[in-house]
């Protein structure tokens, strides 16, 4: 592959632009950054999901894993274009056939996290992506769960960073955001 192969097709296009800010979702005082107008918008997506697929290529992945839901919006395509795998981290009763899990705190409660038994070769190389990293505590689960089935996690990708929320913090891998707001 040619150092052109994930080329920028349009450097001067600011993704920003075709993200929607919606004030007091979901609930009050949030401000929620709608990545559903840049999918939405063919030229946008798919200059995003170039710029995406340039760093996540640079962790050389066996395998990429989406968080739920949103995290599927960009691992599934990075993972065609970039010829990998592509497994799924989901809540419980979501996976066909045996699963691990994982509980996790969160601000306000715990979740849960699952993977299938059979999703990962022990020593696989995994890049997580998600659509944004906010406190952390979702993207640094994934990275547990993925490590307790065997992976070897290699990085993490998110569309949309909130760095005043500082949940870099809590990731222990190399991260790539595409795009960060200063909170």
């Given at each position: ?41 063919a030229d ?7 710029r995406m ?131």
């Open positions: 592959m040619t150092d052109n192969a994930y080329a920028d097709p349009q450097p001067e296009i600011n993704l920003k632009d075709f993200i929607r800010g919606v004030p007091d979702f979901p609930k009050p005082g949030i401000l929620f950054y709608d990545i559903s107008t840049l999918i939405r918008h946008a997506w798919q200059i995003a999901t170039a697929a340039r760093a996540v290529a640079a962790f050389k992945p066996d395998i990429l894993a989406g968080i739920e839901s949103r995290g599927f919006l960009t691992a599934a395509p990075l993972a065609q274009r970039l010829g990998c795998g592509f497994i799924m981290l989901r809540k419980p009763g979501k996976l066909p056939g045996k699963t691990i899990s994982l509980q996790y705190g969160l601000e306000y409660g715990a979740d849960e996290l699952h993977i299938q038994e059979d999703a990962i070769i022990p020593g696989q190389r995994v890049v997580v992506l998600d659509d944004l990293l906010a406190t952390g505590g979702t993207l640094a689960a994934s990275i547990a769960l993925l490590r307790k089935v065997g992976a070897k996690v290699v990085g993490a990708s998110v569309l949309i960073e909130l760095t005043g929320l500082k949940g870099r913090e809590k990731i222990d891998t190399d991260l790539n955001a595409l795009i960060s707001y200063d909170m």
